[in-house]
C-alpha cells in the first residue's frame, strides 16, 4: 500500500513561516484550513 501525506494548516493571517514550508514540502497534498490572510500565502503553498 502506498503512503500518501497530506500537509493541514490553518492560522497562517498573512504570514507563512519557512519552517512551515519546510515541514510541508513532499506532501502530495495541502490544506489550508482558515485565516489564510493574504493571497501570497496560497501562492507560496503552490509553489512548494
Do not use: K, N, W, Y
Not at 501525506?5 to 514550508?21: E, K, M
Not at 515541514?23 to 493571497?39: K, N, T, Y
Amino acid at each position: 500500500m502506498a503512503v500518501v501525506s497530506i500537509g493541514v494548516i490553518s492560522d497562517t493571517h498573512g504570514l507563512i513561516r519557512p519552517q512551515a514550508l519546510d515541514a510541508l514540502r513532499g506532501c502530495a497534498q495541502i490544506v489550508h484550513a482558515g485565516d489564510v490572510g493574504s493571497a501570497a500565502v496560497l501562492t507560496a503553498l503552490r509553489e512548494i
